[in-house]
């Protein structure tokens, strides 16, 4: 067994303004990658250049990472951050943007590796330059994982780059996510569950590791009613939404995600299904398979999220994220694709069959008439 989390984490209100003297820890010119919009919109973006001129710190803004980032951005990113003379990378946002920090960050330190290579595995582990992370979204986590996932639209590729990026600081603080919509508090929380449980269903899942998600989703079980709720969510949820998340992360950073993951990019990437619920259609079905193999592993995530089976497990995530529709032709192609994915079937926590597969697609998505 192996427990090992390298990220200086801090969760707590005004986070970003308590810890100002951090920064000076971490380098002495600064690139800052986030949306357009969102970071400026919730305060997170005037916290951090607040904290950065507290401490006479430069810094640049790159205000152009999209959802699911691709190579392209990055690599934008990469030469802005050369030519500002940066020597770390703040990740300002969701997954997106912190993930985008990431590929950055190792473009940063290796400029002979292009961003279109990002997804081939190196010949020998690569330096990057140091990422704080600033997380604005209750889902991914990125902020605890050494994931970065990248897509690479010239190949038609979305997924995890083979590189192990921990950001060396972490600053989370719920407040952040007084400005966003009810939609996105609840799509990023299943994503923050989907860590959890696809943590737990895991051949890698051992009695260190499985501290994080079972803690993790007893804090989600008790913010279950005010997410299924048509009210906004109360603030005084927020710490702990984003305690949740990052505890998710911490949960994936040691086993990595499996099946629900893996199927969920073809939608993100084919027909442009946000994460978090690209990756919940899939959840409950893939927890009915494994039941086949971890009975007992099933049963302590039903209970411990306040559930009495998996029919109330697939009811709730329906009444959060829906269902979604795909032709049959779609459905089979991404079926086929994923029957052959060992990086995620052999994470599953029993031998999961091409019947398995297809079972999971026929329940998680509807067919177009």
């Not at 951090?22 to 380098?27: E, L």
């Not at 699911?68 to 951005?73: A, I, L, Y």
């Not at 992370?133 to 038609?156: D, L, M, R």
Request: aromatic share 6%; with cysteine; charged share 20%.
């Amino acid at each position: 067994m192996r427990f090992f989390v390298p990220t200086d984490i801090y969760i707590e209100n005004d986070c970003v303004k308590n810890h100002t003297q951090d920064f000076q820890a971490i380098g002495k010119r600064a690139l800052i990658m986030t949306g357009r919009h969102s970071a400026a919109a919730n305060g997170s973006l005037d916290d951090v250049t607040g904290a950065l001129d507290a401490e006479h710190i430069p810094f640049q803004i790159f205000n152009e990472v999209e959802e699911n980032p691709s190579t392209d951005t990055v690599r934008k990113a990469a030469q802005a951050a050369r030519d500002f003379e940066a020597d770390f990378v703040i990740g300002i946002g969701g997954g997106s943007a912190i993930d985008a920090a990431k590929a950055a960050a190792l473009l940063l330190s290796n400029p002979s590796v292009d961003a279109d290579d990002l997804h081939k595995a190196p010949n020998r582990p690569l330096s990057h330059a140091p990422v704080v992370a600033v997380p604005t979204t209750c889902g991914t986590g990125s902020e605890a994982t050494p994931v970065a996932i990248i897509t690479n639209h010239k190949i038609h590729l979305k997924k995890s780059i083979p590189h192990r990026i921990f950001p060396a600081l972490a600053l989370v603080d719920g407040k952040y996510l007084a400005s966003a919509k009810k939609a996105l508090v609840v799509n990023t929380a299943v994503d923050a569950l989907s860590h959890m449980v696809e943590s737990i269903l895991n051949v890698k899942s051992n009695a260190f590791n499985r501290m994080f998600p079972e803690y993790g989703l007893r804090l989600w079980g008790e913010c279950k009613s005010a997410l299924l709720s048509d009210k906004d969510i109360d603030a005084n949820l927020y710490e702990k939404l984003m305690l949740t998340s990052t505890i998710a992360g911490m949960s994936i950073a040691h086993t990595s995600t499996t099946l629900p993951h893996g199927m969920s990019y073809d939608l993100t990437l084919n027909a442009g299904v946000p994460h978090g619920p690209a990756v919940g259609y899939f959840l409950a079905a893939y927890t009915e398979v494994c039941a086949k193999f971890v009975p007992g592993d099933v049963e302590k995530i039903l209970s411990l999220l306040g559930l009495k089976n998996i029919d109330d497990f697939t009811a709730m995530l329906q009444n959060l994220i829906g269902t979604y529709a795909v032709t049959r032709e779609m459905r089979d192609k991404f079926a086929a694709a994923m029957k052959v994915n060992r990086s995620k079937l052999d994470l599953a926590p029993g031998p999961i069959s091409p019947e398995d597969v297809d079972f999971i697609y026929e329940k998680s998505l509807n067919i177009k008439p």
